[in-house]
């Protein structure tokens, strides 16, 4: 997945294609607690090859399909950001090896 199309962020061109926001909640909510059993268990790699990547495109592809409120694009956000997080040791050992 270290190959993964990235999206643009977020989508501000047609917002009367948009999902609504509540239809987000529901993936929102699986990737939060994915996000975050995934930090907390394992932060030095990947679970069932779902590397940060694939994290990363599921959050931009929610942006892009559904029409979020703000307390959402926050949410989204802070996934954003413990996933870069998550990252900068992966990046030392590498470097380290």
């Keep these: 997945m270290s190959t993964s199309k990235k ?3 977020p989508n501000l061109g047609t917002p009367g294609n948009l999902l609504p926001a509540s239809l987000a909640d529901r993936q929102l909510d699986h990737i939060e607690r994915m996000v975050r059993t995934v930090v907390r268990a394992n932060p030095a790699g990947p679970v069932h090859g779902m590397d940060q990547g694939y994290w990363e495109s599921r959050l931009h592809a929610l942006v892009n399909e ?3 409120v703000a307390v959402q694009q926050h949410r989204v956000q802070r ?3 413990d ?3 998550r990252a900068r040791p ?3 050992n590498r470097t380290a090896a």
């Design 7 to 9: 999206v643009p962020w």
């Design 66 to 68: 559904n029409n979020l």
């Design 79 to 81: 996934l954003l950001q």
């Design 83 to 85: 996933l870069a997080q």
């Design 90 to 92: 992966n990046a030392f």
